[in-house]
């Protein structure tokens, strides 16, 4: 006997503002409301999903009163309905209104989390708002049920796959190939051994499609791979187990993937497994402002923590006397290296590995020390932050005259900034957006700290995540 279909209650509220997740944040009854499919002003009937202490969450059912920044979603899977494609959660909101929205994410971090405030607030970068993304992770599913195989982005808040045949967010060229990848995968004996094909882009259109083969693949396998590569223009690589164990299929496309960065005359070579950032456009701005906020001069030495591949590295070699780059792989650095070798910048560069989350004043001192001093800093850390780096930069007194700190999470940036400033006298001189992520909720920001005199107490710094400080407002 089928089970009845649930009944959600449902409830009206107006809505204040939009959460990092891109969902209307109201109040009712005390408690914070999260209502997906909403916008600020806008007075909505919602159905309520999940029922907490501090706050709930739900989903539109009806706009009453519709916000004027409202516009028709341009792709098909886009909805907060059951089944809609999740990459998304903004295409309802007029793009511009996106940005300043994250701005305002950002802001609001940093007052209610850090107990900052920027001097100035820097103009947002844009880029794209479609065909940007050049890397992206599809899910592959065998479905008997809808009708076979399904290449794509998970559905929304679920492990299913969206049954999405276009993708508004991906390169034509990448989005035109998730039917044939799905008739790819068909033709497989392993199709329920391959749970996920990573896409990634290189600045020339060269596209890499990763298999991520659970199973040896048959001479027959092989010989369909081949196929689809030669029909489609592509290079396909495969990966038996973690990201370093990946393949290609033929030598050539071992070193085909490259980002240009033209204003620094560099490039950066690397697999389709490498963290890049996914929109080439919006990171050669990001990278131009980044190092011209930094006010690099010829004489200048500087530190790149969180390298990587060297995205910044690179070009602040080309500006400056002398840079490290700071980085937790082994293997990422030794990749490091060999890219400013082939920029010919090898002797301007050094690159170091360590443990980023451990590092100490006396870490610090040495480096100071083996640069003969340090001029500038530049940190790109992941999601986590960077708060061992912020307090050791809060304690020293051995300080660079700048800082340029670019972060894809508001929360940690609100974090380290507050431990820079309440615990070091860092002054928040500027700070604003990157636009890296159209129709998502996903913030990339940056911010310009320059040195003041340390507080003679130490302030207390509440680490808080963006949600925690919503509910705790509430």
Request: with cysteine; aromatic share 6%; glycine share 8%.
């Amino acid at each position: 006997m089928a089970r009845a279909p649930k009944v959600y209650e449902k409830f009206t509220v107006t809505i204040e503002s939009l959460d990092q997740e891109g969902r209307g944040v109201a109040h009712r009854d005390g408690k914070a409301v999260f209502v997906e499919g909403a916008l600020p002003h806008e007075t909505v009937v919602y159905e309520r999903i999940r029922n907490k202490p501090s706050y709930e969450s739900g989903r539109v059912v009806e706009v009453l009163k519709e916000s004027s920044l409202r516009v028709k979603p341009a792709c098909p899977h886009f909805g907060i309905e059951p089944g809609c494609c999740g990459g998304c959660a903004m295409q309802h909101l007029e793009p511009n209104a996106q940005v300043a929205i994250k701005q305002r994410v950002m802001l609001d971090a940093l007052w209610h989390i850090g107990k900052v405030k920027p001097e100035t607030i820097m103009a947002p970068i844009f880029g794209p708002f479609w065909g940007y993304r050049h890397r992206a992770r599809l899910t592959v599913r065998d479905v008997a049920k809808k009708g076979g195989v399904l290449v794509g982005f998970h559905e929304k808040s679920s492990s299913y796959v969206a049954d999405m045949t276009t993708c508004k967010i991906l390169p034509n060229y990448v989005s035109e190939l998730l039917v044939p990848l799905r008739e790819l995968v068909e033709k497989l004996s392993i199709r329920q051994r391959l749970p996920q094909i990573e896409v990634a882009v290189g600045g020339d259109g060269r596209i890499a499609l990763v298999m991520r083969v659970l199973e040896t693949p048959t001479d027959e396998d092989m010989r369909q791979f081949d196929a689809f590569a030669l029909e489609h223009g592509v290079d396909i690589w495969l990966q038996p187990k973690g990201p370093d164990s990946c393949y290609p299929m033929h030598k050539d496309a071992l070193t085909a993937l490259k980002l240009e960065l033209t204003e620094f005359g560099v490039f950066i070579s690397f697999k389709p497994t490498d963290f890049t950032q996914v929109n080439h456009r919006l990171n050669e701005t990001m990278v131009s402002r980044a190092i011209n906020l930094l006010d690099v001069h010829p004489d200048h030495k500087v530190a790149d923590f969180f390298c990587g591949l060297g995205n910044f590295t690179l070009p602040l070699a080309v500006r400056s006397q002398k840079v490290i780059g700071i980085e937790g792989s082994d293997q990422l650095v030794e990749r490091a290296r060999a890219g400013a070798a082939d920029n010919g910048l090898a002797e301007k560069t050094e690159f170091v590995a360590r443990n980023l989350f451990t590092w100490c004043e006396e870490d610090w001192d040495k480096l100071w020390n083996q640069m003969g001093g340090i001029d500038r800093v530049l940190i790109d850390p992941p999601r986590e932050g960077a708060l061992e780096l912020a307090r050791t930069l809060a304690a020293t007194d051995k300080r660079p005259a700048r800082i340029v700190y670019v972060s894809c999470n508001p929360a940690t940036l609100a974090r380290d900034c507050a431990v820079l400033h309440h615990e070091g006298g860092w002054h928040i001189r500027s700070a604003g957006v990157m636009n890296m992520f159209p129709h998502t909720g996903h913030v990339e920001s940056m911010a310009v700290l320059e040195p003041g005199p340390k507080p003679e107490k130490k302030a207390e710094v509440v680490e808080e995540t963006a949600q925690e400080s919503a509910e705790a407002e509430a």
